[in-house]
């Protein structure tokens, strides 16, 4: 678990590596910071985190605000397998960079080792507001976050999240299925039968939490996505009662404002 954890956060750290070494080349002079970046970047690629965390300490000594040196550094704690300091780093890192998604994900992962479940659970539901703007490319993420979730719900005890999310993450699920249905020889059955379960999970959440209207709004997706008309306009009339920031995401908000717009031109036609 740990190595898997350590190569996809050192992906990250490749990547702002090779865009650091591309702007170097745009500039004729280097800073202090960077250079001993760079150092702690050379170390931590030989495999000595002990010598890569000297040189990054060094680096933020000079520019704290840094943070791709916060990543790194985070990085080089999890080789070290200090997970509570590395955990420090990816925080200073997501206060200075706030829409980078893929930290916070990172973050939350982290969280969820260290048991710290609550603050696991903020981070992945923020992650999820973030990843949603994306579209249907990030929907492989999203199914993680959404699984974590509900694992988290259900040792805190709290059954509606665990509906709702596993009933989201069926969703997301069912639509990846469409995606590799296209592309292999369809598979109508196995896709219903997720939709259908995804419908189950979340009917048991709006049971649960009857002032809620996010399962609400999923179980019109899921009803639209069956072609079964009646119970999805049932399911949008209700969402469209309550539907409101409060209780939905900016791009659930959206897509529902959307599909009114649809709705209402539609109507006019007819």
Known sequence: MRSLFFA???LIILISTMVSVSHAADSSSESPADSHWKQGQKFLDAGDPANAIRSFR?????NPDSAKTHLSMAAACLAQGTD?????????CLELEPGNVIVRQNYADLLLRMNQLEDARD???LFIRDTQQFGEQANRHMIHAHSRLMAISEQLGDA???HLNRGIGLYLLSLE???KNQQEVPNDQNLEALLFRAAGELTQARLTRGDQVRPCWYLYLVWNKLACSQPAQRWYRITAQDAS???LTPKEFQDFHLVRK???SEHIRK
Do not use: G, V
Not at 58 to 62: F, G, K, Y
């Open 123 to 125: 981070q992945f539901n």
């Open 8 to 10: 996809y956060f050192f």
């Open 245 to 247: 920031l409060e209780y």
């Open 160 to 162: 509606y999240e665990e």
């Open 177 to 179: 299925k469409t995606k």
């Open 262 to 264: 649809f709705t209402e």
């Open 84 to 92: 509570s300091i590395a955990a420090i780093h990816l925080k200073y």
């Open 58 to 62: 060094q680096s933020l000594a000079i």
